[in-house]
């Protein structure tokens, strides 16, 4: 939708402008961190990320659902036998 007013355009400019001092203000800031923080599973979580998988439910739908990334769901899938390993430890 495209700005049709003076006001309408300096309110979109502003907004835009607020975004950008936001992330300049911290060095480390880009878009995609403005998106979902950095969200730490516990070995409880990603074990039952394992058995969802397991049953079939799509990386894509964990993802969304731990708000983790898709590349994080596809870590866990691939450290599945480290996982287990460390979860058996910590059971005995």
Known sequence: MRPKTNK?????RHAVFTVFEVCNHFSHCNMSS???????L???TKLEIIKQLEKGV????LAVRYNIGKA?????????????????????
């Open 8 to 12: 309408q355009l300096t309110r979109a």
């Open 34 to 40: 403005m998106k979902r923080k950095r969200n730490v």
């Open 42 to 44: 516990t070995i409880e």
């Open 58 to 61: 799509s990386g894509s739908s």
């Open 72 to 92: 994080t769901v596809s870590d866990i899938k691939k450290q599945k036998e480290a996982i287990l390993q460390h979860a058996a430890k910590l059971d005995s």
